[in-house]
């Protein structure tokens, strides 16, 4: 089995230069011992003390270099300007109220 560890503190912080080695043994292993199927690798990352809906330390988008899943399905969950933008993009969207509506239905 080639399963990559990190440390024992990796929950709480991964330096760049663990991560780095860690999915550079990734990519060699991979070409080592070629599979007959896609390989994957998932990161999760967690922000303490953050709230979306106040902070917007973080915003805009990046554009994946390969397709994730092909039959995958999305739905933009938003205000009325970002369902105007996913409308515009081709993009099925629900906005809040339409969620609560929902909600109160299925009651």
Same mark, same amino acid.
């Given at each position: ?9 990796? &929950? ?8 780095? #080695? ?6 060699? $292993?991979? !070409? ?20 979306? &809906? ?8 990046? #554009? ?6 092909? $039959?995958? !399905? ?13 409308q515009r993009a081709g993009i099925p969207c629900s906005s809040v109220e339409d969620l609560k509506r929902l909600n109160k239905?299925?009651?």
């Open positions: 089995n080639a399963h990559i560890r990190f440390p024992a503190l990796a &929950m709480s912080k991964i330096s760049i230069q663990s991560l780095t #080695t860690g999915i550079a043994q990734i990519l060699e $292993r991979s !070409r080592e011992k070629p599979r007959k199927f896609v390989e994957t690798v998932e990161l999760q990352i967690a922000l303490k003390d953050y709230d979306p &809906m106040r902070d917007k330390r973080f915003a805009g988008t990046i #554009t994946l270099p390969h397709v994730v899943r092909p $039959r995958l !399905r999305v739905r933009v969950i938003g205000d009325a300007m970002d369902c105007e933008r996913a239905s299925k009651k």
